[in-house]
């Protein structure tokens, strides 16, 4: 489980890793990179910059990562009062807990608050992660980046009436479904053992969330 947390954890931080780039660029009045970040040694490509949350310990091949997505993704962040406030029993109702059979439902901690949080729980004796993002990106930016996750998968299958873009794939042995919201500006990684139960559980993920569920 310790290894699924940290896959999330380090591909959360690596998008928002390329959003602060493309923010210092433009406040020193230099033309962003719209590719990629200046290429880095091996033993600093996964070190945060100084103004972001600090990563979890241990560290992943920077090949495991999916691919950042092309663009400018430095989207002014709301004011403070305006962004969303990530909760699992909210994200994860009771209702829906009982429905799936879930226990153990808890937020493990924001990883860039208050705008991510992850959900861990379990069904039965398995673990799952669902982990929710929502960033300030437009939407070429948001396209993109699910494009470029999807590439990163091995086997990816796209899911019918999952939001507005939704596939399941492998990464390095775990399964690995994302998904972007259809009702919200916002995207979720889940990690388990059974691909039909992780559908059928991100469908009804997506139709409880709402924007006023992000209050």
Known sequence: M????????ILTLSLFAVACGK???KDEGKP???TMAPEKK??????????????PEGDMPAADMPAAPEGDMAA???????????????????ELQKKHGLTEVKDAGPGAPPRVMNCPFKKDTA??????????WDEPVFKTTME??????????DIEGLGRMGYIGDIKGINMLQAWDDDTMCYITMTGDDPAFMTAIAKDYFANLK?????
């Open 148 to 157: 470029n996750g999807k590439k990163s998968m091995k086997g990816a299958k």
């Open 211 to 215: 924007p006023e569920t992000l209050q």
């Open 23 to 25: 923010d210092k660029a």
């Open 76 to 94: 002014t962040p709301p004011a403070a009062d305006a962004e969303p406030k990530l909760v699992c029993t909210k994200l994860i109702p009771e």
């Open 32 to 34: 962003a990179d719209a």
């Open 2 to 9: 310790r290894n699924i947390h940290l896959t999330i954890a």
């Open 127 to 136: 673990s799952y992660s669902i982990n929710i993002v929502c960033p300030t």
């Open 42 to 55: 091996p033993d600093e490509a996964m070190t945060p910059p100084a103004d972001m949350p600090a990563a």
